[in-house]
């Protein structure tokens, strides 16, 4: 029962970012504009990560407390953060704001059942990136992983049914270009002072990106009174699903049910999307570009299920 608890905790946190294009999207029906979302939704996801780490915090120092100055020696160590390693995580979380902004300004211009499918190309783009890095061939496995992604990607965007009189440029360009961001965050990110609590990194690294969209994005909506109207509940939300409880789930699960099992779990965010767009945005999304979907999903859980399948092997063998 308590590997379901885990299992379950990364599937939300999954699920979770799969809600954030269709929240957007109502956003700029409304009128508000790409800043003042994306500025909202890190001010509230700020707010709510500071919270987290004063909660642990106490807790640390209730734990200290209860098991003597000897016992607690650990917990306190491991919160302390010197101002270097601060600057670092705050770094690291800079690319989550270019893929934030990128990703929500290719909602403008194409539908967000694509845009997410354009997001998921960082499962490649990352195989890519390490593939040059290391100037190593990927293995067939990873080969016929690209192969279902670029099949599912083609049958998903609905390219078959609609041909390419749908698509704007600039809104493929900036799905694309979210893709890469997020690639780069993902390589670099889990490098980040990795020994730090959870709840310490995840506040810096908000901070540092609502810092960097702040001198990007000069808030005025923190005085001009638009905070007050309905951009603050979408800012809520946003700041909610996409930049608390996800980090907040996935801290709690991935270290008990291992990264590959938290990879495949966490493709739950692509089907989750595209119903919400079909459901609440009355996005057309045909037959075929569910196949496309289920397809991309495959791409996305095959290396992964291949991993485990030759832990188990290896694992009977000893």
Known sequence: MKDLKYLISVLVGAMSYGILSTIVVLAYDKGYQLGEVVGTQLLTGCILAWLLALYTKVREK???SGQGTV????????????????IVLMLAGAPTV???LMYYQSLRYIPASLAIILLFQFTWIS?????VSKRKWPDKVTLLTLLLLFGGTLLAAGIMDQGEARFNVLGLTLGLLSAVSYSMFIIFSGKAVPNVHPAYRSAWMVTGGMLLLFILFP???LFNGLLWSQLLLFGFLLGLFGAFIPPVLFAIGVPHIGGGMAGILGAAELPVAV???SFVLHEQVSGLQWVGVIVVLLGVVLPELSKLRLNSVD???V
């Not at 016992?71 to 601060?86: E, H, I, P, Q, T």
């Not at 195989?127 to 593939?131: D, F, G, H, R, S």
């Open 275 to 277: 119903l919400l767009s």
């Open 127 to 131: 195989v890519l990136i390490q593939a």
């Open 62 to 64: 209730r734990t200290q």
């Open 98 to 100: 270019v893929t934030g």
């Open 219 to 221: 808030p005025y909506f």
């Open 315 to 317: 694992a009977k063998k």
């Open 71 to 86: 016992g607690g020696n650990s917990a306190v160590v491991r919160s302390k953060l010197s101002w270097k390693n601060r």
